[in-house]
């Protein structure tokens, strides 16, 4: 059994053991970037292994305004408003804003 795998810190990948032990021709970039991820992880560095969160499994929930009831509250209030004169702009006739009191 002349190929073996092994882990080694050069991040060589699986090496063929018929060669000499001196540097790999080419250095696995994924797995070296696979063990940075890793090694932040384990020392604090980064909050998390990007390498070790699952894939997300929902689609997105789609936003309707009409089932909101914040949004719904925000136009209901503009509805009152604008039903009751509070939003009529202000012009030479009517130079103040509208007020809540009795007059």
Same mark, same amino acid.
């Given at each position: 059994?002349?190929?073996?795998? !092994? +882990?080694?810190?050069?991040?060589?990948?699986?090496?063929?053991?018929?060669?000499?032990?001196?540097?790999? #021709?080419? !250095?696995?970039?994924?797995? !070296?970037?696979?063990? +940075?991820?890793?090694?932040?992880?384990?020392?604090?560095? #980064?909050?998390?292994?990007?390498?070790?969160?699952? %894939?997300? +499994?929902?689609?997105?929930? %789609?936003?309707?305004?009409?089932?909101?009831?914040?949004?719904?509250?925000?136009?209901?209030? #503009?509805?009152?408003?604008?039903?009751?004169?509070?939003? +009529?702009? !202000?012009?030479?006739?009517?130079?103040?804003?509208?007020?809540?009191? #009795?007059?």
């Amino acid at each position: 059994m002349a190929r073996d795998d !092994l +882990t080694t810190e050069a991040a060589e990948g699986s090496r063929d053991r018929r060669f000499h032990g001196g540097s790999p #021709a080419h !250095l696995d970039d994924d797995e !070296l970037a696979r063990r +940075t991820d890793a090694e932040r992880a384990d020392t604090g560095a #980064a909050d998390y292994d990007p390498n070790e969160v699952p %894939p997300a +499994t929902d689609d997105p929930v %789609p936003f309707d305004p009409a089932y909101d009831s914040v949004e719904q509250d925000i136009e209901s209030v #503009a509805a009152r408003q604008e039903a009751e004169g509070e939003t +009529t702009p !202000l012009t030479p006739d009517n130079p103040f804003p509208p007020t809540r009191y #009795a007059e």
